[in-house]
């Protein structure tokens, strides 16, 4: 009776040279590389097109999964429009909400427009402004960097406006 066989194992003279630590990395990298390169395949086989219109992707995802910036603190907001609490503005035509400038790279501020509003604020790491026309019961979230900013509430009709706060 023969010998049961043994596994055959290779010797890689490279791999057998490397450490624990090492061969993870390096797996880590042959990972990343094979991610990249089927990233590229794939959107070289994706016909061009709006950006904007597909705002779900590998990005969204990721950002989903990390979550979004904390909120900003409310006594970092200051204002004329903004009630004693906080958690709303009472604009009267217009009103101007300053962020304080922080610690915190990115902070979210999400308005729930009460009545019809235009919103007016400043592009987080950049010197541009957004605007938005929201409608009754929509929402917007509104980043804000590190430097602070001010954001513009404006009543379309000229009269009073309710805005909710997060």
Known sequence: MAPPKLPVRLKIPIWSA???LQRVLLGAVVVVVALFIASVSVGASQEPGD???HPD???GWLGDLVGGPPAADRADRTGPCLVEDGTALQVDGSCVVTVAASDESLRRITLRAKDA???VAPVPRGDSTATSDLAAGDELAVDIDADGGDITITCPSGGTCAVGLN
């Open 18 to 20: 490397l450490g624990r």
């Open 51 to 53: 950006p904007a219109s």
């Open 57 to 59: 992707g590998f990005v």
């Open 117 to 119: 509003v235009t919103v």
